[in-house]
């Protein structure tokens, strides 16, 4: 299989603190998530994935502790996770209704990969824990931009199970451990608008002045 981005270089090797790129200006200019319901097949394929996830991991990481790790969810897997997140509904939930199981089953089943995001702080007490979590953030966005440099559509989304007890057991998560975000990867099917964005009057300021 051709590689889609270049090999690491050695550890030590002396590297260029910039590169200038076109290419890489207009992604980040009009990079664009996918619509949650219009990630269809195909998605990468395990070495694709592996690819787009080595790539993922290459961001600041003070220390390098490596405070993140993923969690891949494909083919019969999704529907299998889906299962327990179904059972996790029907257990907690008051009056809880068939559409609520079935919502809660098709979850994984939204795009032909999903990858959840795991942050997994060290806290030792030299590098807060708040500034490893954020590098898991950053995680989650250059997982996005790498998917969408290869030709895949994706959507970063938490929702419900990011957030429950159960679901952290089921995925095998320590007490310190969190989801940062479930990673939807696939092909769009339609072509998502653009949407309104900040605007940089507002949330700029130049301390001083």
Same mark, same amino acid.
């Given at each position: 299989m051709t590689k889609t981005f270049p090999p690491a270089p050695p550890v030590g090797t002396p590297?260029? /603190? +910039?590169? /200038?790129s076109a290419e890489a200006r207009q992604l980040l200019a009009l990079r664009r998530s996918a619509g949650k319901q219009?990630?269809?097949e195909p998605g990468p394929s395990p070495e694709e994935l592996d690819e787009i996830l080595t790539i993922a991991a290459r961001v600041p990481d003070h220390r390098k502790l490596s405070p993140w790790r993923f969690i891949v969810f494909e083919g019969e897997a999704r529907a299998k996770f889906g299962k327990q997140l179904a059972r996790i509904v029907g257990e907690t939930k008051k009056d +809880?209704?068939?559409?609520d199981l079935i919502e809660a089953a098709g979850l994984p089943l939204r795009a032909p990969v999903m990858v959840a995001v795991i942050s997994s702080p060290v806290d030792d007490g030299r590098t807060p824990v708040w500034e490893q979590e954020l590098s898991a953030g950053a995680v989650c966005y250059n997982l996005l931009l790498a998917a969408n440099a290869s030709g895949f559509a994706g959507s970063w989304l938490s929702e419900w199970p990011a957030f429950d007890a159960q679901v952290a057991n089921v995925l095998g998560l320590t007490g310190s451990e969190r989801v940062a975000g479930f990673i939807y990867l696939g092909t769009s099917k339609v072509n998502p608008p653009e949407r309104a964005r900040a605007d940089i009057g507002h949330i700029v300021t130049r301390w001083g002045e």
């Open positions: 590297m260029l /603190p +910039v590169r /200038p219009f990630i269809g +809880v209704e068939s559409k």
